[in-house]
Every structure is written in C-alpha cells, then in structure tokens.
C-alpha cells in the first residue's frame, strides 16, 4: 500500500484520461492521492484540485497559494481558499513557500504570503506543505519563527535542500517528502539529504505530471510511477520495498489523522 502525497491531476495534463490515471495507481498499490491545488486564487483553479478529490474516493486535496502567485494574494483570495478548505476532501494548506529561482512574485511579497497563510493554516489548524527552491535560510528562519505551536504538522514537499534544512526542520513536526527527481543520476545532493532522514520521517510523492522518475524520464508523470520512487528509496535504505510502502503510508495516516483500509 502507497500514497502519493504529492501530485497535480487537476491540471490539463491529465483532462483527457483522468479517471485512467486514478485506476492504474489503484491498480498499482496507491491508497490515497493529494491533489495540491495551484493556479491564480480567484479564477477557480485551486477549486479544481477540490473538485477531483469530491470525484474520487482516494483523492485528498490541498489549498494554497504558490510562490509563483503570491503578488496575487490578497483578502477576497484568503477568504475564497478558506471557503474551500471547508471540504471534507481538504487536507492541508499549501503549497506556499518561497521561490527564488523564478521569483514570478516579487521576494518581500513571497515572504509576506508566506508568513500570512501559515498564520491562516494555524486558524484552520491544517498542515502545511511547503515549495522551497533556492530560499533554504530563509525558508527556514520564517518556518522556526512561525511554526513553533504546539500539534503544529507540514511537509517539506519535494524536498531540494540540504541534509542540514532537513535536520533543521524535522524538529519542529515536518516530515520530508522526495519526489522522482532523487532518481535522477546527477541528484547526490539529494540522497545526501535521503541519509539523515529516518524512517518515520520520510514521505514520497510523484508531484506529477513533473519531474518523473528512473526509468520513465521523457514521458507523463502520474501517481502509479510512485512505486518507482519507493523501490528507489528502499535501495538507499536497505529495507524492502514493503517497508518503505508501510512506513510512509503510517506517516501520511499520523500526519493527517486519517484511517485508510488496506
């Protein structure tokens, strides 16, 4: 049994062939999906991912405003995402975080939104997932700053920092999640950071239709490919892949306080 705890099948990736996609992860061992809505927050992208996951029993769903969008943020998109996390299918807030290798939004408004819908996921008393690309220490400094509540739960999606914002993070209640690029030949820095993560700290996730794992590089991610990413993991580990499979689905069900049947 897998979870995906990380992936995109609301976008037109996958428009025409969805239900396929749902079915082949089912078919391939994946228990339970989290579709991370993205997109402008007033123009009813995010509602999408919500959407998917009241279509589909083993689809959960997140709400958040992305880096790439914070310029965006404002008090009509607080109270729409509020609005949608009312769902019984929302799990989470997110993703947010900081982007500084696009930097789509300006950085003082990315930090702004960041600290703000922390606050807000705080209110809701909903995990957080976090997007942090080329912004560790400042990633790190708003989280220890902001996230220091008691019960206070989030992931580290996608995770491409170092083992040391791993270490950093762990401590406060995030697990950390590898997505298909820790596969990728040239990703040591990665599996540097995979070493200090233990067991009961680790998530995996496809954060699909990108970054798909060895050996289907070249094509369309989707949530059955995850099966790739545990047997990938399990090498690094030297555990079967069954233990991977059981130990990040018990983190995921603890993380989200959810009962899953097998």
Known sequence: ????????I??????????????RAIDAGVKAMLCVGTGDPHDGE???????????DCVYASVGVHPHDAKLYDDAAEANLIGLSKSEKVIAWGE?????????????????????QIRT?????????????????ETV????????W??????????????????ALMPLGFYISFAGNVTFKKAENLREAVRVVPLDRLLIETDCPFLTPVPHRGKRNEPAMV????????????????????????????LFGLELNS
């Not at 049994?1 to 995109?8: E, F, N, Q, V």
């Not at 947010?96 to 703000?116: K, M, N, T």
């Not at 705080?122 to 942090?132: A, E, F, G, V």
């Not at 690094?236 to 689905?249: F, H, N, Q």
């Open 1 to 8: 049994m897998l979870i995906d705890s990380h992936c995109h």
């Open 10 to 23: 609301d976008g037109e990736a996958f428009g025409e062939d969805r239900d396929a996609v749902v079915q």
């Open 46 to 56: 995010i509602a999408k991912a919500v959407a998917v996951a009241e279509k589909y």
């Open 96 to 116: 947010i975080g900081l982007d500084y290798y696009y930097d789509h939004s300006p950085r003082d408004v990315q930090r702004e939104v960041f600290r703000r």
């Open 121 to 137: 996921a705080k209110s809701l008393d909903l995990p957080i997932i976090i997007h942090s690309r080329d912004a560790d220490d």
């Open 141 to 148: 400094e708003i989280l220890t700053e902001e996230c220091s």
């Open 150 to 167: 008691e019960g206070f739960r989030g992931i580290m999606h996608c995770f491409g920092g170092t083992a040391k914002m791993a270490e």
């Open 227 to 254: 099966v790739h990413i545990a047997e990938f993991m399990a090498e690094l580990y030297e555990v079967p892949v069954e233990t991977i499979a059981e130990r990040t689905t018990k983190n995921f069900q603890d």
